[in-house]
């Protein structure tokens, strides 16, 4: 350990702290697990009414998941939920279509309204002739078109699905509104995703639109409103349609004749399935390859881009502190707390409202190791107990305190991640006079490697003077408790 922080000291201190390591050995705690985002990330699916059983909804929501990953992004968890569309008052009309359909072919039309096209009936030894087989697939692909039409022209904000859809998103127990959205609405439902987006922009508490993204998959749709369109590769594409998909294809076949708006264009050429001859079953939009790639890339392209509503954190670092040094005060417990997101370059200029705070050795992160790219980085407000050199007690509220963690998974994929957390927590001190003194003192803290026994980690205390360097001075033993603000 000595060997690893000495490679990350300039010269001239490496003597120094090798020599502190030696007399002291600190100890640590274990990185806590907890989030400091208020916010998580809401996944909402929306089917379509083909897709019109709640057990068969549940599976397609599954297959999104599977698709784009349900561990943490950016240290928080996807939160996977669906709104059920049932199609009200147009199922009951192609379920008539269904009964006459089947009737012509003399077929059983409870089967055909299964959803099965006329393998099925071949997998179970029932013979159909080649007209009939012929008839009962342009039929399925033809009923599709013309259904998805009607509920283009017919849904709207007054059908009781969508009052239900959008009390449901306005409910804090369904979405908190401190999480981001990601509305995910495939073939119909691609339209209903449209319309849900709208009223959580018009409602008395409107939500933030950088804070929700719309993903349409096998799009009926004929736009996709929002900021979505900004983020989606390739291009600004906010859908994924399949070039196969016979059922949109027919769709914008019906709306061209009808003279109205047309479904968005395919955009990605799927493989040929077996199994959905459609090409347009929720099934196989996540499971081809490039389709799913696909959607994967929108979803992460979202996912960086988009915002917390609330990006402001809801915890306090708690340090404990153990061990004296002649000339400085040491109190046991350091807290630091309200935090403030940014990027790791700009905290040294981070300070409380009036505080004037430079840069210089203050940005500078040496004597512990390098914070991760993929760590939350957090700006500290406000700072109470930091070690300080009795000549220079802390009269000033602080500038470059922060706090950063990253979550590190177990090597051993047994178990879940764990943080490590990086701190700086400053004391800073002005004098006036014939000669201006502006320092801080400063304990900065890496936890380390938290599934090798905290390999890394490191505590020291220090000043930084007029130059805007930092003298290390001693190593107290540190360990960190992040809490969650209630």
Known sequence: ???????????????????????????????????????????????????????????????LRNRVGAGLRKGRPLD??????????????????????????????????????????????????????KAIDEFYLKTAAEEAALYLDKISESEPDFVSAVAQLRNPKF???????????????????????????????PRDDNSMRLLSVGAAATKVPGRSNADAPPDGEAWVTNKKDDV??????????????????????????????????????????????????????????MAVPSEGSSCTLKLTVEGAQPGWVVTPDVSLSDFV?????????????????????????????????????????????APFRADAPPNRRPCSSFVAYDLFPDPAGKQLPRYRIWANATGRFQKFGSVTLDWENQLRFDSGDPWDSNEGAVCVAGLVGNAGVFGPAFMPRCSATLVRNE
């Open 1 to 63: 350990m000595i060997k690893h922080i000495q490679h990350m000291l300039p010269p001239q201190w490496a003597v120094l702290l090798a020599a502190l390591l030696t007399l002291l050995q600190p100890s640590f705690a274990q990185s806590p697990a907890v989030s400091c985002d208020r916010g998580n990330y809401t996944v909402v699916f929306v089917n379509g009414v083909w897709n019109d059983e709640p057990e068969d909804v549940a599976i397609s929501l599954l297959d």
């Open 248 to 305: 949109i294809a027919l769709l914008r076949a019906v709306r061209i004749k009808q003279g109205k708006l047309q479904p968005l264009q395919a955009n990605v050429e799927g493989d040929f399935s077996l199994v959905d001859k459609s090409g347009h079953s929720f099934s196989t939009y996540t499971t081809d390859a490039k389709l799913g790639t696909a959607i994967s890339q929108r979803f992460d392209a979202y996912i960086e881009k």
């Open 341 to 385: 997101v940014m990027a790791e370059s700009d905290f040294n200029r981070f300070g409380s409202p009036g505080n004037t705070c430079g840069s210089g050795e203050r940005s500078n992160w040496s004597i512990v190791a390098p914070i991760t790219y993929t760590a939350r980085f957090y700006g500290v407000g406000t700072v109470v107990g």
């Open 80 to 133: 996977f939920k669906y709104i059920f569309n049932s199609g009200q008052g147009i199922i009951e009309d192609v379920e008539e279509t269904f009964r006459v359909a089947a009737a012509s072919f003399g077929v059983d039309h409870a089967r055909l309204w299964a959803g099965f096209d006329s393998e099925y009936f071949e997998e179970r030894g029932e013979t159909l002739t080649a007209e009939q087989k």
């Open 175 to 205: 979405l908190p509104r401190d999480n981001s959205l990601i509305l995910v609405g495939h073939s119909e439902g691609s339209i209903f995703t449209q319309l849900l987006y709208t009223s959580l922009l018009g409602s008395s508490t």
